[in-house]
C-alpha cells in the first residue's frame, strides 16, 4: 500500500471510443494501449474525465475495465478512476478493478453533488478504507463542482495508510504549497492533458495524466526532465513548445478535448472515423481547421528511440 514512493511517470487517460452502434470500440483501446506502451508510458489510466465515464453506463465501465486489462496484459500499472455517485459504487468498482489487475484507484467526488468539505472528507474516507487498493482522489477544482482543500487532504492522509495520491488538475504553481502542507506524504499527479509538463516537475509532481494524442512527445518531455541536467531542461522545453499551441487548445473545455483530441488520437493511430457519444461538441469547419494546423507535424505514434521502456512504477 505503500505507493507514494514509487507512483511515478506518464500514465495516459484512454479515450472511450465507440463503434457506428455506439459499442466500446475493443481494437481501438487496444491500439491506444500498444502506442503507449511502445511510447515507453509508465503506465494506463482509465475512467477519468477523457474517458468519458459519466456518459457510460456501470456495465460499460465494466467492459472498458475488462478490455483494458486484457490489453495491457500486466505489462504496466493500470490506475482505474472510481467513477460512482455513492460510496457503495465505488466501493464496488474498487473490488472489480482489483480484480482486473488495477495497480491504483482514483476516487471522484460525486457528480452534480453540494457536499461540503467535512461531508466530502467522510465520503472518501467512507470509500477509502473499504478499498482493498492504494487510492489516488481527484482534486479538479476546474472541472467537477467538489473539491479537497490541502487540510482535507492532509486529515485523510493521516487517517488513511492506503491514500498515497492526488490527481490534482491545476496550475503547477499551487503544487509546492499542496506537498508542503500534506506534510510530503501525498504523491501529485497532474493531468490537464499535460499543460504546464516541465513546470509541473518542478514542482514535484511525480507524474502526469495527460491524454494520448501527443503522449510520445510527452514521456520524451518527462524523460528529459528527470535527467536532471540543464541539456536536458532545454529539450523539454523544445518539446513542450512543439505541442503547447496544441494543448491550450485542447485544454479550453472537457468537451473540447473530447471533441478534437480524439479526433487527433484517431488520426495518429490509423482509425478511419470518430463516432462520438451525446451529449457531446458537434466538430466544427473552424475547430477542425484549428486542430489541424495545431497538430500538423504529429504523424503516426513513435515509438522509444533506444527500444527500451522506462521502469515500472
Request: with cysteine; aromatic share 6%.
Amino acid at each position: 500500500m505503500q505507493l507514494a514512493s514509487s507512483a511515478s511517470g506518464i500514465y495516459p487517460m484512454l479515450y472511450a471510443f465507440f463503434d457506428r452502434d455506439g459499442r466500446l470500440d475493443g481494437s481501438a483501446i487496444g491500439l491506444q494501449i500498444e502506442a503507449g506502451i511502445a511510447a515507453g508510458v509508465d503506465g494506463i489510466a482509465i475512467l477519468g474525465l477523457a474517458s468519458e465515464a459519466a456518459k457510460l453506463s456501470i456495465s460499460e465501465r465494466h467492459r472498458l475495465l475488462e478490455l483494458t486489462a486484457q490489453a495491457v496484459g500486466g505489462r504496466v500499472p493500470l490506475a482505474v478512476t472510481l467513477a460512482g455517485q455513492t460510496a457503495d459504487e465505488q466501493i464496488a468498482f474498487g473490488a472489480a478493478a482489483k480484480g482486473e489487475g488495477a495497480t491504483w484507484v482514483i476516487a471522484q467526488p460525486p457528480f452534480g453533488g453540494s457536499l461540503n468539505e467535512s461531508e466530502l472528507v467522510a465520503f472518501f474516507s467512507g470509500v477509502i478504507e473499504r478499498v482493498d487498493l492504494p487510492v489516488a482522489i481527484q482534486n479538479a477544482p476546474a472541472f467537477i463542482s467538489q473539491s479537497l482543500s490541502n487540510a482535507g487532504l492532509l486529515e485523510l492522509a493521516r487517517r488513511h495508510p492506503n491514500f498515497r495520491i492526488v490527481k490534482w488538475e491545476g496550475p503547477a504553481v499551487h503544487i509546492p504549497r499542496m506537498i508542503e502542507e500534506t506534510e510530503g506524504r501525498l504523491a501529485v499527479f497532474n493531468g490537464r492533458d499535460g499543460l504546464e509538463l516541465p513546470d509541473n516537475m518542478r514542482a514535484g509532481c511525480a507524474g502526469i495524466i495527460p491524454g494520448i494524442e501527443a503522449i510520445d512527445l510527452q514521456v520524451r518531455m518527462y524523460e528529459a526532465m528527470q535527467r536532471g541536467t540543464p541539456e536536458g531542461e532545454r529539450e523539454a522545453e523544445q518539446t513542450y513548445a512543439r505541442i503547447l499551441p496544441l494543448v491550450v487548445f485542447l485544454m479550453q473545455s472537457i468537451d473540447v478535448l473530447l471533441c478534437y483530441g480524439k479526433r487527433i488520437a484517431a488520426r495518429r493511430l490509423g482509425l478511419a472515423e470518430v463516432h462520438d457519444r451525446a451529449p457531446c461538441l458537434t466538430p466544427s469547419e473552424a475547430g477542425l481547421a484549428a486542430m489541424y494546423r495545431y497538430s500538423a507535424d504529429l504523424a503516426a505514434f513513435e515509438g522509444r528511440r533506444d527500444g527500451s521502456r522506462t521502469k515500472k512504477s
